[in-house]
Protein backbone atom coordinates (compact mmCIF):
# COMPACT_ATOMS: atom_id res chain seq x y z
CA UNK A 1 0.00 0.00 0.00
CA UNK A 2 1.56 3.67 -0.97
CA UNK A 3 1.48 5.91 1.70
CA UNK A 4 1.98 9.47 1.27
CA UNK A 5 3.23 12.14 3.66
CA UNK A 6 2.68 16.01 3.06
CA UNK A 7 4.08 18.49 4.88
CA UNK A 8 5.10 22.32 3.79
CA UNK A 9 1.98 24.19 4.68
CA UNK A 10 1.59 27.03 7.27
CA UNK A 11 0.48 30.99 7.37
CA UNK A 12 1.20 32.86 4.25
CA UNK A 13 0.24 36.60 3.87
CA UNK A 14 -1.04 37.34 0.21
CA UNK A 15 1.41 37.29 -2.44
CA UNK A 16 3.52 34.70 -0.71
CA UNK A 17 5.24 31.77 -1.91
CA UNK A 18 4.91 28.22 -0.28
CA UNK A 19 6.48 24.78 -1.23
CA UNK A 20 4.55 21.51 -0.19
CA UNK A 21 6.16 18.56 -0.50
CA UNK A 22 4.37 14.99 -0.58
CA UNK A 23 6.98 12.17 0.00
CA UNK A 24 5.71 8.96 -1.26
CA UNK A 25 6.61 5.56 0.60
CA UNK A 26 6.69 2.16 -0.58
CA UNK A 27 6.44 2.76 -4.45
CA UNK A 28 9.21 4.34 -6.38
CA UNK A 29 7.54 7.47 -7.90
CA UNK A 30 7.41 6.00 -11.16
CA UNK A 31 4.71 3.68 -10.19
CA UNK A 32 2.19 6.26 -9.77
CA UNK A 33 0.75 9.44 -10.90
CA UNK A 34 1.09 11.96 -7.98
CA UNK A 35 -2.11 14.62 -8.10
CA UNK A 36 -2.37 18.02 -5.77
CA UNK A 37 -5.87 18.35 -4.59
CA UNK A 38 -7.28 20.83 -1.96
CA UNK A 39 -10.48 21.33 -0.23
CA UNK A 40 -11.45 24.68 1.31
CA UNK A 41 -14.52 24.80 4.25
CA UNK A 42 -17.84 24.01 2.97
CA UNK A 43 -16.18 23.37 -1.09
CA UNK A 44 -15.64 20.23 -3.06
CA UNK A 45 -12.31 19.10 -3.33
CA UNK A 46 -10.30 20.45 -6.30
CA UNK A 47 -7.55 19.15 -8.43
CA UNK A 48 -4.45 21.47 -8.70
CA UNK A 49 -1.86 19.85 -10.50
CA UNK A 50 -0.90 16.34 -11.35
CA UNK A 51 2.55 14.92 -12.58
CA UNK A 52 2.64 11.39 -14.76
CA UNK A 53 4.15 8.33 -13.93
CA UNK A 54 4.67 7.55 -17.11
CA UNK A 55 6.55 10.29 -18.91
CA UNK A 56 6.39 13.00 -16.02
CA UNK A 57 3.95 15.29 -18.22
CA UNK A 58 2.28 18.30 -15.94
CA UNK A 59 -1.14 19.16 -15.36
CA UNK A 60 -2.09 22.03 -13.57
CA UNK A 61 -5.49 24.07 -12.76
CA UNK A 62 -3.67 26.87 -11.57
CA UNK A 63 -0.95 28.98 -13.53
CA UNK A 64 0.84 30.06 -10.42
CA UNK A 65 1.24 26.24 -9.50
CA UNK A 66 4.55 24.15 -10.28
CA UNK A 67 4.67 20.84 -9.92
CA UNK A 68 7.87 19.00 -9.29
CA UNK A 69 9.52 15.42 -8.78
CA UNK A 70 13.10 14.36 -6.89
CA UNK A 71 12.96 10.56 -8.20
CA UNK A 72 16.21 9.88 -5.13
CA UNK A 73 13.77 11.82 -2.51
CA UNK A 74 10.82 10.05 -3.83
CA UNK A 75 9.04 13.19 -3.78
CA UNK A 76 7.07 15.66 -5.23
CA UNK A 77 6.50 18.89 -4.68
CA UNK A 78 4.09 22.04 -5.29
CA UNK A 79 5.59 25.21 -5.81
CA UNK A 80 2.59 27.86 -5.08
CA UNK A 81 3.58 31.10 -5.78
CA UNK A 82 1.61 34.81 -5.56
CA UNK A 83 -0.96 33.14 -3.33
CA UNK A 84 -4.52 35.02 -1.92
CA UNK A 85 -6.85 33.95 0.41
CA UNK A 86 -8.65 32.19 -2.32
CA UNK A 87 -6.09 29.33 -2.20
CA UNK A 88 -7.04 28.70 1.93
CA UNK A 89 -7.23 25.12 2.06
CA UNK A 90 -6.50 21.36 2.99
CA UNK A 91 -4.22 20.61 0.57
CA UNK A 92 -3.32 16.36 -0.17
CA UNK A 93 -1.44 14.44 -2.28
CA UNK A 94 -2.78 11.20 -4.16
CA UNK A 95 -1.68 8.34 -6.04
CA UNK A 96 -3.30 7.02 -8.92
CA UNK A 97 -2.68 4.98 -11.99
CA UNK A 98 -3.57 8.30 -14.17
CA UNK A 99 -3.34 11.64 -13.90
CA UNK A 100 -7.14 13.11 -13.67
CA UNK A 101 -9.00 16.03 -12.65
CA UNK A 102 -11.34 13.49 -10.70
CA UNK A 103 -10.60 12.21 -6.88
CA UNK A 104 -12.07 9.14 -7.41
CA UNK A 105 -9.85 8.34 -9.86
CA UNK A 106 -6.73 8.52 -6.84
CA UNK A 107 -6.95 5.44 -4.29
CA UNK A 108 -4.25 6.48 -1.90
CA UNK A 109 -4.36 9.93 -0.10
CA UNK A 110 -2.17 11.86 2.69
CA UNK A 111 -3.32 13.36 5.97
CA UNK A 112 -3.07 16.74 4.72
CA UNK A 113 -1.55 20.06 5.28
CA UNK A 114 -3.24 23.13 5.78
CA UNK A 115 -2.43 26.33 4.04
CA UNK A 116 -3.83 29.80 4.91
CA UNK A 117 -3.47 32.61 3.24
CA UNK A 118 -4.08 36.07 5.36
CA UNK A 119 -2.66 39.40 6.31
Known amino acids: QVQLVESGGGLVQPGGSLRLSCVVREYTLDSYAIGWFRQAPGKEREGVSC?????GSKYYAKGRFTISRDNAKNTVYLQMNSLNPEDTAVYYCAAGHLCSHYSADFASWGQGTQVTVSS
Open 51 to 55: ISSID
